[in-house]
């Protein structure tokens, strides 16, 4: 996991030194899970590059996959991946496929609440 996000980074980095002279902003949407985590660290990597905006909103899984595909994003956060349906429908409209990788995890953890028990 730490590999991915040191990746994205690097490219990101990456990205901020070849545009250095001119501004970019790259643009995304998606879950709510992962925003505060992306809000964080794209603050800190646009105080370090300040010709680089990325903006992010959290509009949900399914909005990041509809906004994604449609191309009015440059990329999308969701809770799950693609199904190969929707993967094989960007593909065949766009001619290059959706890259999946990980980028911000979280535990559920499940709880109970039945009178008279107090251990499971």
């Known amino acids: 996991m730490k590999r991915l996000t ?3 980074l690097v490219v990101l980095a990456v990205a901020g030194v070849l545009w250095a002279d001119s501004a970019l902003s790259i643009n ?3 879950a ?3 925003y ?3 809000s964080k660290w794209f603050d800190e990597y646009h105080k370090k590059y300040a010709n680089l905006q990325i903006n992010y909103q959290p509009i949900g899984s399914g909005g990041g996959i509809k906004q994604v595909t449609e191309g009015t994003v440059d990329f999308g956060g969701t809770d799950g991946p693609m199904n190969d349906d929707q993967l094989k429908a960007f593909q065949d409209k766009h001619g290059f496929g959706i ?3 990980p980028t911000v995890l979280g535990a559920a953890v499940p709880t109970y609440n039945i009178p008279g028990v107090t251990r499971l």
């Open 32 to 34: 709510t899970f992962p």
């Open 36 to 38: 505060p985590m992306y």
């Open 99 to 101: 890259l999946h990788f």
């Open 28 to 30: 995304g949407a998606g």
């Open 6 to 8: 040191g990746l994205l």
